[in-house]
């Protein structure tokens, strides 16, 4: 079906390292994209977003990249914390109102 | 952010039963959704579900499968009929806001 891939299913991260967590999506049309957080035993929450006309976009610690050449999105977190710790979805919005949601990344934080 | 609850937060059933979950907004909102979560999977969306019409299924989901209620625009109910164990998932409830998608906490199901 349709789907907007990760390629990394875990990545591990020293704490105070900058985490790099990468996406493709496969729908060169789509404009708009979301980054969320899922910790365990919750809902994923919304992080960052970005629309097409955008190359980057900053947040809290937090940086959005869309390369709308490869179709890749990738999050940054600056100077990864223990709570950082999660799965992170890229989302790509189709039509008004779906979401198609990758397949996610597992950030392990190391003390 | 709307707060979604979403009940329960998990159940374990016996295979052939149906479970139905219930998914409560703090405002109101045109459009709810269902999404299942398999185990160390993605979200998929099951469902869109609109106050006052039937839900609206994704390509492989269906209504005797996931029957879904909309009653107001602050509640949603998703039934999980007939179930056997390749239904043990995590399933969602959302809403749109200004920027995509908020979750409820989701319902944490195990078919035994």
């Known amino acids: 079906g349709e789907s907007v891939g990760l390629h990394l299913p875990t990545l591990s991260v020293q704490e105070g390292d900058n985490s790099i967590i990468n996406c493709a999506y496969s729908n060169s049309a789509s404009d708009y994209f979301i980054w969320y957080k899922q910790e365990s035993g919750k809902g994923p929450q919304f992080i960052i977003d970005i629309r097409s006309n955008m190359d980057k976009r900053q947040g809290q610690r937090v940086t959005v990249l869309l390369n709308k050449t490869v179709k890749h999105l990738s999050l940054q977190i600056a100077a990864t914390q223990p709570g950082d710790s999660a799965v992170y979805f890229c989302?790509?919005?189709?039509?008004?109102?779906?979401?198609?949601f990758g397949t996610g990344t597992r950030l392990k934080v190391l003390a | 952010s709307a707060v979604i609850s979403q009940k329960p937060s998990r159940d374990i059933c016996q295979r052939g039963t149906s479970l139905t979950i219930q998914c409560q907004v703090d405002s109101q909102v045109t459009m709810m959704f269902w999404y299942r979560q398999q185990p160390g999977q993605s979200l998929t969306l099951i469902a869109t579900a609109n106050q006052g019409s039937e839900a609206t299924y994704e390509s492989g989901f269906v209504i005797d499968k996931f029957p879904i209620s909309r009653p107001n625009l602050t509640f949603s109910t998703l039934t999980v009929s007939n179930m056997s164990p390749e239904d043990s998932s995590i399933y969602l409830c959302?809403?749109?806001?200004?920027?995509?998608?908020?979750f409820g906490s989701g319902t944490r199901l195990t078919v035994v």
């Open positions: 989302a790509e919005k189709r039509g008004t109102y779906k979401y198609i």
């Open positions: 959302s809403a749109i806001r200004d920027s995509g998608y908020t």
